[in-house]
């Protein structure tokens, strides 16, 4: 009994490092294909001035979080100009699903396209007013 152990143990030894190798080479060639594919969506050509702009914008949006919330939630129909050029940057030039995918509803990535375009093409930096509510009948 004792040499069956020591038969099946130098055989398990070996079936495990095998495997092991495979699982290593598998996981390098499957890295490097994503690496491929990440920068060209992420738009990382090496020397892009566009790329630069992206990620510039990119952290330029992350600094002005609290004039998005407020934008959003108080209703303060303003937000800074390097906001909304940061905004209008990612929307045409980068990545157009980028504020959806920051937890932004379609509808917000729209109010703040829409505002955004509106201030960057020298139009009234304050959205029109609300439609006044619907009369009751008597």
């Known amino acids: 009994m004792a040499d069956s152990t020591f038969k099946l143990l ?17 996981r390098m060639l499957q890295d490097s294909r ?9 738009k990382l050509d090496e020397g892009s001035s566009s790329s630069n702009s992206c990620w510039e914008s ?7 979080t609290a004039e998005v919330v407020l934008f959003f939630l108080n209703g303060e129909a303003y937000l ?9 940057i990612i929307q045409h030039d980068c990545w157009p699903q980028m504020l959806a995918s920051l937890g932004y509803t379609p509808e ?4 703040l396209r829409g505002y955004c375009d509106a201030t960057e093409a020298g ?9 006044p509510p619907p009369r009751r009948p008597n």
């Open 58 to 64: 990119l952290f330029q949006l992350q600094s002005c």
């Open 10 to 26: 130098p055989i398990a030894l070996l079936l495990c490092l095998s495997a092991s190798a495979t699982g290593t080479t598998a």
């Open 34 to 42: 994503l690496s491929t594919s990440l920068s060209a969506r992420l």
């Open 108 to 111: 917000e990535a729209d109010i």
């Open 80 to 88: 800074g100009p390097g906001c909304c050029r940061a905004i209008w």
């Open 123 to 131: 139009g009234s930096a304050r959205p029109p007013p609300p439609p």
